[in-house]
């Protein structure tokens, strides 16, 4: 578990940001647990969602109460697109599920950012680990996860 929150807090200032992690004596698995450790509202939290999308892996990064539509969002993309396995999750991100973060992953991933997300003035997303989160503005987590805004719910 400290590899990971180290690995993306590595990432992260290679990327030039410097995360401040916040480990919780709690589970940080869930986006209700997420906000309930950090005092926010459940929406503020970001949860990272790995897909198949075509066969290639797809993030979304999430609100913390919307459920992704794949229907929806593959038809806007133009994709055909399903929910990745656990298996899937650790090959291509690094990280476990719960744990997943929005960017520093092993490998570069097309990502898609909730835009309900936009209506917060800061979020907090995961930090490698499902006791481990950071918060980050909205506009900062687009720009360092290379994200594309949509609506995926």
């Known amino acids: ?31 209700t647990e997420a906000a309930n450790a950090v005092g926010c509202e459940v929406g503020a939290i970001v949860k990272s969602l790995v897909f198949e999308a075509d066969g290639a892996p797809l993030l979304v990064l999430t609100s913390g109460p919307n459920r992704v539509d794949t229907k929806l969002l593959g038809e806007n993309l133009g994709l055909a697109i399903t929910k990745a396995d656990a298996d899937m999750v650790k090959q291509v991100s690094g990280f476990s599920i719960g744990g997943v973060p929005p960017f520093g992953h092993k490998s570069k991933l097309r990502t898609i950012v909730d835009s309900d997300l936009l209506r917060f003035e800061k979020v907090w ?8 989160v950071f918060e980050i503005s909205p506009d900062e987590l687009i720009e360092l996860s290379g994200g594309e805004v949509a609506q995926v719910s």
């Open 125 to 132: 997303a995961a930090a490698g680990a499902a006791t481990s």
């Open 1 to 31: 578990m400290a590899d990971a929150v180290t690995r993306f807090t590595q990432a992260a200032m290679d990327l030039g940001y410097p995360v401040a992690v916040r480990t919780m004596d709690q589970s940080t698995h869930t986006a």
